[in-house]
């Protein structure tokens, strides 16, 4: 598991409120991603981080912000939900050390998140 | 931009060897090639990567041929506990900052029989 918790581990909320997601992880690693994982289109990266206040954008970031102030801790908010962000979200992180170009990375457990 | 395609599904039985193939064009020349299983309601679990020819470790074997345009995820001897859902995952370069783009297969339904 690579030590990777997330919270809450399901949540219902109501269109429009702000939402937050936690990632926490216990070892330190630099690189952190949020991704969502929907029926028909796999795995879809968000955010990602590369170290503390150090954040990019991946291909579905609209609509979510992310923040990390510190090393183990990689916030995902949803600003305004909306019925589409309804979704299993994951937390990753990639080892210290990976190879540029290694993909290899460790997941939390999800998220299950329904907007009505 | 790059792209994979991997079978929706495959059936096999216990004790029988599952090779699952995924197409990627166009990737990132540099990259791994990685693959990962995903049981229900559980995050991926990394299973093996790749840059060329063969790699194996201790549950897989990964095929890639010289020109990296498909890799072949070899599973020996599957037992029940193998049904999962296997992704593949390639990168591609998508600016000229060498930015990368993950792009992730939809995943290969492996049910595994009695």
């Known amino acids: 598991d690579a030590g990777i918790t997330q919270s809450p581990r399901h949540k219902v909320t109501e269109t429009g409120t702000p939402v937050t997601l936690r990632c926490h992880q216990t070892?330190?690693?630099?690189?952190m991603y949020w991704y969502r994982q929907d029926p028909g289109h796999g795995l879809r990266l968000i955010h990602y981080?590369?170290?503390?206040?150090?954040?990019d954008k991946g291909e579905v970031s609209d609509g979510y912000s992310v923040s990390r102030s510190k090393t183990e801790d990689f916030l995902l908010t949803l600003e305004s939900a909306t019925s589409s962000q309804t979704s299993v979200y994951f937390c990753?992180?990639?080892?210290?050390?990976?190879?540029?170009?290694?993909?290899?990375?460790?997941f939390g457990p999800g998220t299950r998140l329904t907007v009505t | 931009l790059a792209k994979t395609t991997q079978p929706i599904s495959m059936d096999s039985y216990e004790g029988q060897e599952v090779n699952i193939t995924c197409s990627h064009n166009?990737?990132?020349?540099?990259?791994?090639i990685t693959w990962y299983q995903q049981f229900p309601s559980q995050g991926p679990r990394f299973i093996i990567q790749?840059?060329?020819?063969?790699v194996t470790n201790e549950v897989a074997s990964l095929f890639i041929p010289a020109d990296r345009k498909s890799s072949t995820l070899s599973l020996p001897r599957v037992s029940l506990s193998d049904t999962a859902v296997y992704y593949c995952?390639?990168?591609?370069?998508?600016?000229?900052?060498?930015?990368?783009?993950?792009?992730w297969g939809l995943g290969t339904s492996l049910a595994v029989n009695p």
């Open positions: 995952l390639v990168g591609d370069i998508i600016n000229a900052g060498n930015n990368r783009k993950l792009i």
């Open positions: 166009n990737i990132a020349t540099n990259d791994y």
């Open positions: 790749g840059y060329k020819t063969k």
């Open positions: 070892e330190n690693h630099r690189y």
């Open positions: 981080s590369y170290g503390v206040k150090d954040t």
């Open positions: 990753a992180i990639r080892p210290g050390g990976g190879r540029e170009g290694s993909y290899e990375q460790y």
